[in-house]
Nanobody
Framework: QLQLVESGGGLVQPGGSLRLSCAAS????????IGWFRQAPGKEREGVLC????????YNADSMKGRFTISRDKAKNTVYLQMNSLKPEDTAVYYC?????????????????????WGQGTQVTVFS
């Protein structure tokens, strides 16, 4: 059974950091594009950062630049989202998703359309 499992969410104060993990089981992430997405209460789900697992090419969603980085550990079949300088507006449920052989223009690599496998999400809450 193909499964993505997120972990690493929690409560953090503004300015703090968290590292989220997305571990795959039942399949290898080779040839997949992995995306991190988030959904805040009352808002639509949006892309954060995405990565082509094989070569490590990363793609930013339009609104996400600078504070977050995405990486992968091939030995662990896992993708990470490092989040620094967190702000209250980063509060959301964070999801990872996978799309096999994703082919689209760079600006659409980190949009939701076409991502077939999704994790259950992990809550990130940034509070004062």
């Amino acid at each position: 059974q193909l499964q993505l499992v997120e972990s690493g969410g929690g409560l953090v104060q503004p300015g703090g950091s968290l590292r989220l993990s997305c571990a795959a089981s039942g399949f290898t992430l080779d040839y997949y594009t992995i995306g991190w997405f988030r959904q805040a209460p009352g808002k639509e789900r949006e892309g954060v950062l995405c990565i082509k697992y094989n070569d490590g090419t990363t793609y930013n969603a339009d609104s996400m630049k600078g504070r977050f980085t995405i990486s992968r550990d091939k030995a662990k079949n896992t993708v990470y989202l490092q989040m620094n300088s967190l702000k209250p507006e980063d509060t959301a449920v964070y999801y990872c998703a996978a799309d096999l052989h994703r082919v689209t223009t760079d600006e659409f690599m980190c949009t939701m359309t076409g991502y077939d496998y999704w994790g259950q999400g992990t809550q990130v809450t940034v509070f004062s």
